[in-house]
């Protein structure tokens, strides 16, 4: 059967879609001998499909990974990075990080810490990061100053950021120190640097965040220590699940030898 020649990559678990097809326009990806453009198709079964100058085959694909990681500070979240600054394959070990096709799921600001999901499943990469699906991601937010319940309660409204209005958020006080304020803040959709921006906007600057969860995926499940930052596990059955259901995808089993690890 006939795929576009970046789905398959992304099925296979080379790249994501997006990363595969940043791939073929690079003219990194042949087809039967030919450079690729982008919008071609190929059936995996007859034609044969270079990256890098090497053969791929269904039969390369590697087992699904789906892992969290507690990002630390300073860390980027990209595959490899041009101004040589480490990078969330950095934290995993060569048997996971090379010729496996992980890469992060969405990105997290290096001056920001916690929750970012692995996987070498392009297709549910490419679902999860598609602008309809919201799954809701939780923040702990210090931020300058002591906003009051006013400057909240527009925040858990939506404000206008470059002329388009945020959707609504759960925003919650938690904490405030002599100068500072801890917030809970809970979003459904992921635009750049979505919470500094608004948090300037409204005159409280972040001071730090940090990602606690994605969906029911936490850093500390209920009953469990908090996964510590640069350390990362694989996800359990019912979260996978809870991905793939929520962008429609069929749920596959995460392989039972990954373990936890770390640097």
């Given at each position: 059967?006939?795929?576009?020649?970046?789905?398959?990559?992304?099925?296979?678990?080379?790249?994501?879609?997006?990363?595969?097809?940043?791939?073929?326009?690079?003219?990194?990806?042949?087809?039967?001998?030919?450079?690729?453009?982008?919008g071609?198709?190929?059936?995996?079964?007859?034609?044969?499909?270079?990256?890098?100058?090497?053969?791929?085959?269904?039969?390369?694909?590697?087992?699904?990974?789906?892992?969290?990681?507690?990002?630390?500070?300073?860390?980027?979240?990209?595959?490899?990075?041009?101004?040589?600054?480490?990078?969330?394959?950095?934290?995993?070990?060569?048997?996971?990080?090379?010729?496996?096709?992980?890469?992060?799921?969405?990105?997290?600001?290096?001056?920001?810490?916690?929750?970012?999901?692995?996987?070498?499943?392009?297709?549910?990469?490419?679902?999860?990061?598609?602008?309809r699906?919201?799954?809701?991601?939780?923040?702990?937010?210090?931020?300058?100053?002591?906003?009051?319940?006013?400057?909240?309660?527009?925040?858990?409204?939506?404000?206008?950021?470059?002329?388009?209005?945020?959707?609504?958020?759960?925003?919650?006080?938690?904490?405030?120190?002599?100068?500072?304020?801890?917030?809970?803040?809970?979003?459904?959709?992921?635009?750049?640097?979505?919470?500094?921006?608004?948090?300037?906007?409204?005159?409280?600057?972040?001071?730090?965040l940090?990602?606690?969860?994605?969906?029911?995926i936490?850093?500390?499940?209920?009953?469990?220590?908090?996964?510590?930052?640069?350390?990362?596990?694989?996800?359990?059955?019912?979260?996978?699940?809870?991905?793939?259901?929520?962008?429609?995808?069929t749920?596959?089993?995460?392989?039972?030898?990954?373990?936890?690890?770390?640097?």
């Amino acid at each position: 059967m006939e795929e576009r020649v970046q789905k398959v990559l992304s099925q296979w678990g080379i790249a994501s879609r997006r990363e595969a097809e940043k791939m073929i326009l690079a003219g990194r990806v042949r087809l039967n001998h030919t450079v690729a453009h982008l919008g071609q198709k190929a059936n995996p079964e007859i034609d044969l499909i270079e990256v890098d100058g090497k053969p791929v085959a269904p039969s390369d694909r590697p087992q699904p990974l789906y892992l969290l990681l507690n990002k630390p500070l300073g860390i980027v979240s990209t595959c490899r990075d041009s101004a040589h600054r480490a990078t969330v394959l950095d934290l995993l070990p060569p048997t996971l990080s090379r010729g496996q096709g992980i890469h992060p799921v969405g990105r997290l600001d290096a001056d920001s810490t916690g929750a970012l999901l692995l996987t070498n499943d392009g297709a549910l990469t490419f679902h999860l990061t598609h602008p309809r699906h919201h799954v809701p991601k939780t923040y702990y937010v210090w931020v300058q100053g002591h906003p009051p319940e006013s400057v909240l309660k527009l925040w858990r409204e939506g404000v206008d950021l470059s002329g388009k209005k945020t959707l609504p958020a759960q925003v919650r006080l938690l904490k405030r120190g002599r100068e500072e304020t801890l917030l809970e803040i809970v979003l459904t959709e992921g635009r750049n640097r979505q919470i500094r921006r608004v948090a300037e906007l409204l005159s409280y600057p972040v001071i730090h965040l940090h990602r606690t969860a994605i969906g029911p995926i936490q850093l500390q499940p209920k009953g469990e220590s908090v996964l510590p930052s640069g350390h990362y596990r694989p996800l359990k059955e019912f979260e996978i699940r809870f991905l793939h259901n929520r962008v429609h995808l069929t749920s596959v089993n995460v392989p039972a030898d990954i373990k936890e690890y770390s640097l």
